[in-house]
């Protein structure tokens, strides 16, 4: 038979007729009979056909064996799947979809239905009412409709087993759904489903961030933890057990049947009254549409929570001592589980040990809010941190400075913090050289050796700077180890060569005055060089013997003091010019007075 000729019999149409469950044989202009395994003759489906062709009612006899039947008889499963999912309410186009993706299912129904064909028991069980074959035709697919139904689970293993549960775990799950008095329909689990999926993975590629955030609240955690922690740690350990890690956390095909799994209440929530109040009090917080599935996806008990009795409360728990509400989105953004009743008992105790140690409340409250994985650090795992700066002099005020500018410090092991300090004492500095160093910058300690340190000492020397000068410049400008190499160092230095330096002549200037590193090309650099060299009519060459020159103001002391010299046509060098204080500038080119000449 032509395939147009199937294609002809598959768009059959009864008009106002009752749906018809069981199969209707029908001819072709070629007088082959075939059947037209169909649900509803008005809805033909050739998507679920499509998986299992149809066979021709000539080329089948009484003792086909059950291997050559398994295309056919799946597909005629699939169907009474398909119509048992309608009559509980499932759109045609979704039940066929869930017919599909439930192949454990399907077999497991066929598995049932053989088993009674084989021992004949169909006449003497529960299904001797309901089943009334109609003569001359297969019944298979009643019989896989009736079996269905039979089994009582209200079409709820077919569709979890299609958005990719395991057939043992939908059958639990389903257990749990059915026996709750909140389950109300199939359609409206559907729906639910439908939602929670959006909210959590909706714009699913995230660049592995989820994930990197997820290690880090995993490995930053010094404390005891109550439930919700502790099953959100489950959940992150199923995701980690499958190849890809945590890097598949965002991902809906990866970790959806495990959230519902961890999760199985989030089946059970009201979407209008409590999903959605959640969405709405997020963004009352500031937290934008596109990373609310990372606070959902790294601590999901979240969305139990009710915002009066549980998140408001908390809320006010951790906006006092400085922080302020409007911190709150972002801080619960970095450290999902700050509303974890574990995390608000160790904040208390946080609190506590910084207010012993004499650091301003408000230091404290700058340090959680920069970096809230602190509040998942034991106070003993703080005390050893502190210790240790304690030992270069920082404490008290000074400790306030140094975690408010690099909270971090204080999430690094002991021995991180002692590397650091062995490798600065191996380059020829003192520990009070050092400890002058940790008060002024104290990113440095925490730092990475080999990423960082490393090669922003080796940029140096590739410049020219030689190993004996490195100690001078990190005294006087520690802060060039924070400097990104190729959007500040090369930059600035490649700057200094296109105006006329040489490479040796830029070292020398660095080995002069480190600072120079850290200068902006377009707000300090480049109009200096250019009022040097147009305004003032020097050389560039005479920023090498001077490269203090850059330190100071353009507008309040270089073109003041070159005004008042050319004015009196008087020439100088650039130390003579800005290397005296005004006092010895007025004596020495004033008169005894600064002349400024008028704007």
């Known amino acids: 038979m032509s395939s ?10 009864v008009p106002n007729s009752k749906p018809q469950l069981f199969p209707i044989p029908f001819s072709c202009h070629c007088n082959t009979f075939f059947y037209c395994n169909l649900i509803r003759p008005e809805q033909v489906c050739h998507k679920l056909r499509s998986y299992a062709p149809l066979v021709p009612l000539a080329a089948r006899s009484s003792s086909s064996k059950r291997t050559e039947d398994t295309e056919e008889v799946i597909a005629e499963a699939r169907e009474a799947v398909s119509y048992y999912l309608q009559e509980l309410g499932v759109s045609h186009k979704e039940s066929i979809e869930v017919a599909l993706n439930s192949p454990n299912y399907v077999s497991m129904l066929i598995d049932s239905v053989r088993e009674l064909d084989e021992f004949s028991l169909w006449n003497s069980t529960d299904f001797e009412k309901a089943y009334d074959p109609v003569p001359a035709i297969p019944p298979f697919k009643s019989k896989v409709y009736l079996m269905a139904k039979q089994k009582g689970d209200k079409g709820m293993l077919p569709f979890l087993e299609s958005i990719g ?3 043992s775990s939908a059958t639990h799950l389903a257990r749990y759904l059915s026996s709750n008095s909140l389950f109300q329909t199939l359609p409206t689990l559907i729906n639910k489903v439908k939602y929670v999926k959006k909210i959590f993975f909706a714009n699913s590629d995230d660049g592995g961030h989820i994930a990197r955030n997820a290690r880090q609240m995993m490995m930053h955690l010094s404390i ?36 519902i799994e961890s999760f199985p209440r989030l089946l059970l929530l009201p979407k209008e009254s409590h999903m959605k109040r959640l969405m709405v009090f997020l963004d009352d917080i500031g937290v934008v549409e596109g990373c609310k599935r990372q606070i959902l996806l790294l601590f999901p008990p979240i969305i139990f929570y009710d915002i009066e009795k549980d998140v408001r409360p908390r809320l006010q728990a951790i906006l006092k001592d400085g922080l302020e509400a409007k911190d709150f989105g972002q801080m619960l953004l970095k450290y999902p589980w700050i509303l974890s009743r574990s995390i608000l008992q160790n904040y208390e105790n946080i609190l506590i040990f910084f207010d012993d140690e004499k ?22 795992k703080l005390k050893l941190v502190v210790e240790q700066l304690r030992d270069f002099g920082i404490r008290n005020q000074k400790l306030g400075k140094v975690i408010a500018t690099s909270p971090q410090l204080l999430l690094q092991k002991p021995q991180e913090f002692h590397q650091i300090v062995c490798f600065l004492r191996d380059l020829g500095l ?43 410049i990190i005294r006087k400008y520690p ?35 480190s600072p120079l590193l850290g200068y902006s090309i377009d707000e300090v650099l480049k109009p200096k060089v250019e009022f040097l060299m147009n305004s003032m009519g020097k050389p560039i060459s005479d920023v090498v013997e001077y490269p203090r020159y850059f330190s100071y103001s353009l507008e309040k002391k270089i073109k003041p003091r070159y005004w008042v010299l050319n004015d009196r046509n008087l020439e100088c060098s650039l130390k003579s010019m800005l290397g005296k204080n005004d006092e010895e500038f007025a004596a020495e080119f004033g008169k005894g007075k600064m002349l400024v000449p008028p704007l």
């Not at 919700?228 to 049947?257: C, M, N, P, W, Y």
């Not at 809010?369 to 106070?379: A, E, W």
Request: glycine letters at 6%; one cysteine or more.
């Open 4 to 13: 147009h000729c199937l294609l002809s019999n598959l768009s059959f149409a």
């Open 165 to 167: 549960l395991t057939l």
């Open 224 to 259: 005891s933890i109550d439930e919700d922690v502790q099953q959100t740690l489950s959940f992150f350990e199923k995701i980690q057990a499958r190849r890809g890690g945590l890097h598949l956390l965002g991902s809906q095909d990866a970790s959806f049947r495990h959230l």
């Open 359 to 380: 650091v301003p409340k408000i230091s404290v409250a700058q340090a959680i809010k920069s970096c809230p994985l602190l509040l998942g650090l034991s106070v003993n």
């Open 430 to 472: 003192d520990d009070d050289i050092i400890g002058r160093i940790l008060g002024r910058c104290p990113e440095i300690f925490a730092s990475s050796i080999g990423r960082t340190l490393k090669r922003k000492l080796n940029f140096l020397m590739g410049i020219g700077v030689s190993r004996s000068h490195l100690p001078r």
């Open 479 to 513: 802060e060039f180890f924070v400097c990104d190499i190729h959007r500040a160092l090369r930059p600035r230095m490649m700057y200094l060569m296109h105006v006329g330096l040489s490479k040796r002549e830029v070292a020398l200037m660095v080995c002069r005055f």
